[in-house]
């Protein structure tokens, strides 16, 4: 645990997405000495959280009763969030939220050099960080990937068609939809789609598996785990 309140705010006040620390020098390198943090990636100065810095700021949350990360909360103003496709959102992507989907994508990239230790590749695989946060990790993968999300307007009705990532009842897996307005073609479209969606997600190490459910809903169940038989298994038919 962060010896003085210095330090722990500045764990606590780490970029929640990619986990870069602010701080005076003299508080990042006593979280490097205490191995809460590490100096890494392409830009000179830039310290981010190991993964006991980012276990450590999960129980500073809970023992602060911070409720950044519950997954019904909304994000904070300012703080990057993945479109997941359940978003009350104006159409269009401007080109500020494509640059910073660009920048969220490229500091989950450093979060994996970081932790990903002992890897030929450390970042063909997702990090532990991923794992505890994957409905934002492979939304982010998508857009950052230019895939399109789908959209709600302020009635809860889809306004576009793209992708949807929610949450499953099996530990460690989330499930991505191809879901779009009513009468949309996006049903009998949606197997195409989400072929791209589970060659994307493999090129970043998530093994999506497209199943049939019900309603002859397709749908990509997806693990940080690789499945022998390979992304474009079928199951369900």
């Not at 499953?168 to 989330?174: L, Q």
């Amino acid at each position: 645990m962060p010896r003085s309140a210095a330090q722990r705010r500045a764990v606590l006040e780490a970029d929640p997405v990619t986990g870069e620390v602010k701080a005076s020098p003299a508080v990042r390198e006593a979280l490097v000495r205490g191995k809460l943090a590490a100096a890494h990636g392409r830009r000179a100065g830039a310290y981010y959280l190991t993964e006991l810095g980012w276990a450590v700021r999960t129980q500073l949350q809970s023992t602060a009763g911070t409720a950044e990360y519950r997954a019904d909360a909304e994000p904070e103003a300012g703080i990057f969030a993945a479109a997941t496709g359940d978003e009350v959102a104006a159409e269009g992507l401007t080109s500020d939220r494509a640059t910073a989907t660009k920048a969220a994508f490229t500091g989950l990239l450093e979060i994996r050099r970081v932790l990903n230790t002992g890897m030929a590749d450390p970042l063909a695989v997702p990090a532990p960080w991923e794992r505890t946060r994957m409905v934002q990790a492979v939304a982010l993968t998508l857009e950052a990937g230019g895939i399109p999300a789908s959209r709600l307007d302020a009635a809860g009705r889809r306004t576009r068609t793209g992708y949807r990532v929610l949450d499953t009842d099996e530990a460690g897996a989330v499930r991505v939809e191809w879901r779009g307005p009513a009468n949309s073609t996006a049903k009998s479209e949606a197997e195409g789609h989400l072929g791209q969606c589970a060659e994307l997600l493999g090129h970043w190490g998530w093994d999506a598996v497209v199943y049939l459910g019900a309603r002859r809903l397709r749908f990509l169940h997806v693990t940080a785990v690789r499945s022998p038989a390979g992304p474009d298994r079928v199951a369900g038919r």
